[in-house]
């Protein structure tokens, strides 16, 4: 079964305070992981897909890394609007058009 | 573009009562999907329809009737609402062929008492 985990479950920074995120995963060929950022009551939006090992990708102030067990988001000079839930999820070879979803993290970036 | 739109925003039922949840697309994606949010639980899959008069069922579909109408709406049904189906519910699609990127709705915030 694919399992998605994510930490930490709350995030507190304050303004300019960099600081990385971690998403490990356990699936069956990894086909691409997937972040979306998520403010509250709205839906989920999509920042990257990396697909390979190796993988960077970089918006703003973000940046994503994988490595064969977990990925990391790396927030770098963060500023209040920043501030929200950001979310990993994983597709699998076996999964077809399924996506896994961590927990999620909750980050607050105070100014 | 409004991209996906899902309605109603906010839903309050009774035990026992049914209601559809609506989805949209304007993107001409083919596969479309329901999840539901819960804390604590992250996002879960309920349904999917792949193409077009294709539906499967995801991790939790107990409770739950999909329709795909035709290639722009896929809808959510709850036959009997109970207590645990409370939560928000996520609609989201994504263009065969593409980066498997799924692009997700609003959300619609159902409570049932």
């Known amino acids: 079964e694919d399992q998605v985990t994510q930490s930490p479950e709350a995030l507190r920074l304050q303004e300019g305070e960099s600081s990385s995120l971690n998403c490990s995963y356990t699936?069956?060929?990894?086909?691409?992981l997937f972040w979306y950022r998520q403010d509250p009551g709205k839906g989920p939006e999509f920042l990257f897909t990396?697909?390979?090992a190796g993988e960077e990708k970089e918006k703003e102030r973000l940046k994503a890394t994988l490595t064969k067990k977990e990925s990391f988001l790396h927030i770098t000079a963060p500023k209040p609007e920043d501030s929200a839930t950001y979310l990993c999820?994983?597709?699998?070879?076996?999964?077809?058009?399924?996506?896994?979803f961590g927990g999620g993290t909750r980050v607050l970036v105070k100014p | 573009n409004a991209g996906v739109t899902q309605t109603p925003k906010f839903q309050v039922l009774k035990t026992g009562q049914s209601m559809t949840l609506q989805c949209a697309q304007d993107?001409?994606?083919?596969?479309m999907y329901w999840y539901r949010q819960d804390p604590g639980m992250g996002l879960r899959l309920i349904y999917y329809?792949?193409?077009?008069?294709?539906?499967d069922k995801g991790e939790v579909p107990n409770g739950y009737n999909v329709s795909r109408l035709n290639k722009r709406e896929f809808s959510l049904r709850l036959e009997s609402a109970a207590p645990s189906q409370t939560s928000v519910y996520f609609c989201?699609?994504?263009?065969?062929?593409?980066?498997?990127?799924?692009?997700f709705g609003p959300g619609t915030r159902l409570t049932v008492l």
């Open positions: 989201a699609s994504r263009k065969q062929g593409s980066a498997d990127t799924q692009y």
């Open positions: 699936v069956s060929g990894l086909r691409g």
């Open positions: 990396l697909y390979s």
């Open positions: 999820a994983v597709q699998a070879g076996a999964a077809g058009n399924k996506l896994t």
């Open positions: 993107m001409n994606h083919n596969s």
């Open positions: 329809s792949a193409s077009e008069g294709t539906t």
